[in-house]
């Protein structure tokens, strides 16, 4: 969407009464892909940060109630359907407690992604991440030195996750076995 396309939407009545519908059957019907297709309308158009803030702590809430569930039936989740957003918010919200420093909360919320998700490549992600939290290394200077922003993703559904790099990720990981090892043993007690 150019500029003007933007403008057009962010005032169009139509529009706006049809994603503030979409906003309150999603939330209340508990739909995670339409609470995701609203919240990403929001963000693209820079709407109500309030309603923002509102849609993603539902979005965190019915990831959290449906893969407590799905741990306890001892299921892997794969990056299609709905289980792609219960993955989206998980790996979302322990980007963001990356973000603010916060190395244990989002090193657990990565460990137990790598419990749960059924994708080799997303995997291989989630273990680097893994390690680079358990080493502090902070956001930014993991975007600068390991991120290859120019890199494509060859299957869409990749495209919210950070699955590109500067480096070889499975010598990476090789070479850091130990660093790995203690941080899933540490964590273990999650999936008890």
Known sequence: ????????ARTNPDFLKYLEQTRKDAIELKNISAMY??????LILDLQEDKINDLYENILKVAFEKIEVLVGENKKLTLEGDE????????????????YESYDGAKELL????QIVDDEKLMLA?????????????????????????ASNDNEKYGY????????VEKFLKEN???LDVEYENLKHLMN
């Open 161 to 168: 996750f950070i699955v590109n790099y500067k480096i070889d």
């Open 177 to 179: 076995k130990d660093v």
């Open 126 to 150: 989630l273990n680097m991440h893994l390690v680079m939290c358990s080493k502090q290394i902070n956001l930014d200077d993991f975007y600068d030195k390991y991120v290859d922003n120019d």
């Open 84 to 99: 792609l957003f219960y993955i989206r918010s998980f790996y979302e919200h322990s980007i963001e407690k990356w973000s």
């Open 111 to 114: 460990f137990i992604l790598t």
């Open 1 to 8: 969407m150019d500029k003007k396309e933007l403008q057009e």
């Open 37 to 42: 297709e609203v919240l990403d309308s929001y």
